[in-house]
């Protein structure tokens, strides 16, 4: 199983970004998909999950109402929708997968995790 990040770059703040998460020979509709992030000198933090049972969704508390998480059944794809970034948003964002049904904890034994992509926020 290869797990691919994309669609990072550099983005002014107030602008939007679309990750992507995509697996190869797997199929994540299957699966919790979860996006973490970590920014230099700082642990990893969780930033949403997507449950494979009920599709329930959970946001770290820092991206509430500006990040929204979602599926794409038929591309084989779980995304990011990323609004309003703030330069405190700056990190590297990997998806990573696990075989729990829903989202209840960052902390969750997520089995699977693909590179990151660099998202910069910056004037």
């Known amino acids: 199983v290869q797990l691919q990040a994309s669609g990072g770059g550099l983005v002014q703040p107030g602008g939007s970004l679309r990750l992507s998460c995509t697996a190869s020979?797997?199929?994540?509709?299957?699966?919790?998909v979860g996006w973490f992030r970590q920014a230099p000198g700082k642990e990893r933090e969780g930033v949403s999950c997507?449950?494979?049972?009920?599709?329930?969704?959970m946001y770290g508390d820092s991206v509430k109402a500006r990040f929204a998480i979602s599926r794409d059944n038929a591309a084989n794809t779980v995304y990011l929708q990323m609004n309003s970034l703030k330069p405190e948003d700056t990190a590297v964002y990997y998806c990573?997968?696990?075989?729990?049904?829903?989202?209840?904890?960052?902390?969750?034994?997520?089995?699977?995790w693909g590179q990151g992509t660099l998202v910069t926020v910056s004037s």
């Open positions: 990573a997968f696990g075989f729990f049904g829903t989202c209840s904890s960052w902390r969750a034994p997520y089995s699977e």
């Open positions: 997507i449950g494979s049972s009920d599709s329930s969704t």
């Open positions: 020979e797997f199929n994540l509709n299957y699966v919790t």
